[in-house]
């Protein structure tokens, strides 16, 4: 079903208040993109089979290309039983200089039983000045797996701007069988010294999470963390590996948003295998 979600008051106004709602579900041997919903500039335009028809790929759009003050951005997907899906961006998402309002965008995605999800979106830039809020929920059934990401930049190093200010807020959730397995918060206004401090940021402006989890990983946390620190990042940026009671946690932290993305891949190609049984093939939009 491909459709468009009823307008209301919201997207009329100013600001975008956007939603996408995308269900996967098991036809036989195919993955098909079963629901395809969406209101405001949030898209996926089709279902893309890179690599056969068992795992469907969806690459999520969003038009404006950026998230302005008092904005609102709502993804939820849906892997039915048994189903594979991977889900990635055509670029990073950039988070406006707003002048007061909040933005957000809430990313809710439940994984069914058998069922396999990867979320690998390209980098989040905060500009300076920019009020944002970004929560993640992850609800995976007893048997699910999944590889997911995220990659945070603060400030547009590159033009040498610094987050000096404005605030965000993060907040991260996975929960297995009902049972959470990985809880993160945090909030930083501009300028906090947690930005500087040894005990935070370190004075770096990019910051990277990666997260894996799936049945086997108690029986291969060793192997794959002894493969795992083989590689290390680019830009020598600090960076970290470890295996908790059922998931596994990747952390960058450094000044290169590509060195973090081409350290994940790597990463990814080694636990894509273990975790989803096959083999990496990487999304053709990440090299556009």
């Not at 909040?102 to 979320?119: D, Y």
């Not at 397995?181 to 990019?206: F, H, K, M, N, Y």
Request: proline residues 6%; charged residues 20%; glycine residues 10%.
């Amino acid at each position: 079903m491909n459709s468009r979600l009823p307008i209301v008051a919201p997207e009329l106004a100013a600001n975008w208040h956007a939603e996408l709602r995308l269900g996967f579900a098991r036809d036989g041997a195919r993955t098909v993109l079963r629901d395809n919903r969406h209101r405001g500039p949030l898209r996926v335009q089709k279902a893309l089979y890179p690599e056969g028809e068992a795992v469907c790929q969806a690459i999520v759009l969003h038009p404006p290309s950026g998230i302005a003050g008092g904005d609102h951005l709502a993804i939820e997907v849906d892997v039915a039983a048994g189903a594979r899906a991977q889900l990635t961006t055509p670029g990073a998402g950039k988070w406006y200089r707003s002048a007061g309002a909040e933005a957000s965008q809430t990313l809710t995605l439940t994984v069914a039983e058998g069922a396999t999800l990867e979320w690998l979106p390209q980098e989040s830039i905060v500009f300076d000045g920019a009020r944002a809020r970004m929560e993640t929920r992850v609800a995976l059934a007893a048997d699910s797996r999944f590889i997911g990401w995220d990659i945070l930049c603060l400030g547009r190093a590159a033009a040498g701007e610094r987050f000096a200010n404005g605030r965000f807020n993060l907040f991260c959730r996975v929960d297995r069988n009902r049972r959470p397995i990985w809880i993160e918060r945090g909030g930083l206004a501009g300028s906090d010294p947690l930005l500087t401090s040894p005990a935070g940021w370190a004075g770096a402006t990019v910051c990277g999470t990666l997260l894996c989890t799936f049945p086997e990983l108690p029986q291969q946390a060793a192997a794959l963390l002894e493969a795992l620190r083989a590689f290390a990042p680019a830009d020598g940026a600090r960076h970290g590996l470890t295996a908790l009671p059922g998931i596994l946690v990747a952390r960058y932290l450094g000044d290169n948003s590509e060195a973090a993305r081409l350290w994940f891949a790597e990463l990814w190609k080694i636990l894509r295998p273990a975790c989803c049984g096959r083999p990496a093939v990487i999304p053709r939009i990440w090299n556009t």
